[in-house]
């Protein structure tokens, strides 16, 4: 008879909404934040490894991003202004909040790529608002609660993002695989692409005013099963199992 | 039973499965125990019928709360917990090897019905099933029946002999 009552109460958790069981999850991590954050530190610690370069990689890549953002923004604001000069245009991202983040927990493992944050729909935060780490986008939030929120990686395999290849003019989809990488499929292979090209987030109204960089391209070899397309391996342009912090855009949405 | 400990050993277990698990886990393919599997065939093999379809299902409920879905864990740990603990009553599992071998064998079973209703459900599987049906139950397996001689300080509990021969 218990055991009847208990797999009942496990079939009504696994058909109940993701909306509502997540709350079980964010309960757990608010009331117990303090030693997830403790043994997230000491993790990293662990896994630290030793600072031998004059500048830090972490640093080199945060430049680096930060550069390829800059840089493609002044080329959008130079097209844009070569083809409507005389018409006022808003600069991107002006008006926009950066929420800054300390990451409480996170799971990086085949099934899901994610972490949980410190800030939730009190500080602004909605899902689909897109979430940086190191000047790039790392993910998605993908659900809220009050003071916490998850931000789903954009190498979970659950994970679709619209992103371009460096000057191609074309977006696809991104999907992620799982193990730090995501997969560009459907692109034909008339399109040159090479590794080490960076790859953005395509601009989403509301939520992202001008393309951000993703990650660079690791591997370009032609689909197996398809030969006309590419197949794309794309890996984060930052160390993503190292970050204590994130910042998520929050747009005005009024603009 | 002393749920009380059982509680805070739960606990302790699922905090240190979310965070320090990582730091014995081999980076390169991301393979880490399951201590949760692990306190599932302790209980399953030390504690009375009645008390072990508890424990398997509150330990499934505590999986699935670290896990990205709800639901799949508390079916397939406490199925798997139950009838662990209904074998254990025919079949005395008191050797380190046999320990072993059930915790491989429950957690392929339990990664199985795991992955089968996470499908089921329409959520994102893991990509490499290889890592969950077979690397996590062995090396579980294999660390498993040390963790056990603590967990049984911690619970006050005797070996089974003496459990069995009390009871």
Not at chain 1, 92 to 118: H, M
């Amino acid at each position: 008879m218990l055991f009847t009552w208990f797999m009942l109460s496990g079939l009504i958790f696994l058909f109940a909404p993701q909306s509502l069981t997540s709350k079980f999850q964010f309960a757990f991590v608010r009331t117990f934040s303090w030693p997830l954050g403790i043994g997230r530190s000491i993790t990293l610690a662990a896994r630290k490894p030793a600072a031998t370069e004059l500048v830090s990689r972490r640093e080199y890549d945060l430049l680096q991003n930060h550069l390829a953002n800059v840089t493609q923004q002044r080329d959008q604001a130079y097209q844009q202004i070569k083809k409507l000069s005389g018409l006022s245009s808003r600069f991107p991202f002006e008006g926009a909040k950066w929420v800054l983040a300390d990451i409480i927990t996170g799971s990086t493992d085949e099934s899901r790529n994610e972490f949980i944050i410190d800030r939730g729909a009190e500080d602004g935060l909605a899902k689909e608002q897109f979430v940086l780490g190191d000047n790039s986008i790392i993910g998605t939030i993908s659900a809220v609660s009050a003071r916490k929120a998850k931000v789903r990686l954009f190498t979970d395999p659950a994970s679709k993002m619209a992103v371009t290849i460096a000057e191609l003019n074309v977006s696809r989809l991104m999907q992620g695989t799982g193990d730090n990488s995501a997969k560009i499929r459907l692109l034909q292979v008339a399109h040159k692409v090479k590794t080490g090209d960076t790859v953005y987030a395509c601009k989403k109204p509301g939520f992202l005013d001008a393309p951000m960089i993703v990650g660079k391209v690791a591997q370009c070899k032609r689909d197996d099963e398809n030969p006309s397309v590419w197949d794309i391996t794309v890996k984060p342009v930052c160390d993503i199992e190292m970050l204590n912090d994130v910042a998520i855009i929050v747009m005005d949405q009024r603009q | 039973m002393r749920w009380f400990r059982f509680a805070a050993l739960v606990l302790i277990a699922t905090i240190l499965q979310t965070s320090l698990i990582d730091i014995i886990a081999f980076s390169a393919a991301d393979i880490k125990p399951n201590l949760l599997l692990i306190l599932l065939v302790f209980f399953a093999v030390h504690c009375k019928s009645t008390d072990a379809i508890v424990t398997s299902f509150t330990i499934g409920l505590a999986a699935d709360i670290i896990s990205s879905t709800m639901g799949p864990q508390i079916i397939s740990f406490g199925l798997f917990g139950t009838l662990l603990a209904e074998l254990n009553c025919v079949i005395t599992i008191r050797k380190r090897l046999y320990q072993s071998l059930a915790i491989f064998i429950t957690g392929e079973l339990a990664a199985a019905l795991t992955y089968f209703l996470t499908f089921f459900k329409a959520e994102p599987v893991a990509s490499n099933t290889y890592t969950e049906l077979f690397w996590t139950p062995l090396y579980s397996a294999i660390i498993g029946p040390f963790l056990f001689v603590p967990a049984q300080w911690l619970m006050r509990m005797k070996t089974n002999r003496h459990w069995r021969s009390s009871r």
